[in-house]
């Protein structure tokens, strides 16, 4: 069993805990129970990262939920709006791919269906396949080192128009790069 699946298994195991015990508790009037409900909804939002949108979309949300939880940044850009880089408040998935982030006083929200993925070292430009719709999230932090193994695996996919040439350099590469520089000093 794959990394991916483990935690999907261990999501689903805590998630229908949660619904047993919500079940057992609703007819009591408390505010606790609303919190529950939310903790609830909130493991469910994590079992449609694995289940309900696409590999582009998914390298995207943990990324920005990396950001979240180590205090990094992100900037927004749409056609009518441009806000500069603020705290990410949170990051949910929704039913049928719907993914929404709120930075800021800002909620956006997108379906992961309709759009195309290019990728920057800093930035991911979301477009509508008739480019009427455009999205642009700036980062705080550059992609790790470590999602550039997934973004060679995204480059033969439909939804993945462009991935900046560093972005999936390989090890080898940067190898020979850094050789040649110690090589000129």
Known sequence: MNQDERILASLERISSVFNQELGDIQQDSSVHIQQLSAWSEEIRAYIRLFEEISSPARLVVEHVLDLKFNDGLLGVETENIKMDRSIIDSMQIFEFGVIQVVVGN??????????NYYFYPDMVELRTADEKSLI????SRNFARQTQVQFAALKNLPQVIYIHPELVKTEREKRTRRTRKGEMA
């Open 106 to 115: 800002m909620q956006l929200s997108w379906r992961d269906g309709d759009y």
């Open 136 to 139: 642009k999230l700036f980062f």
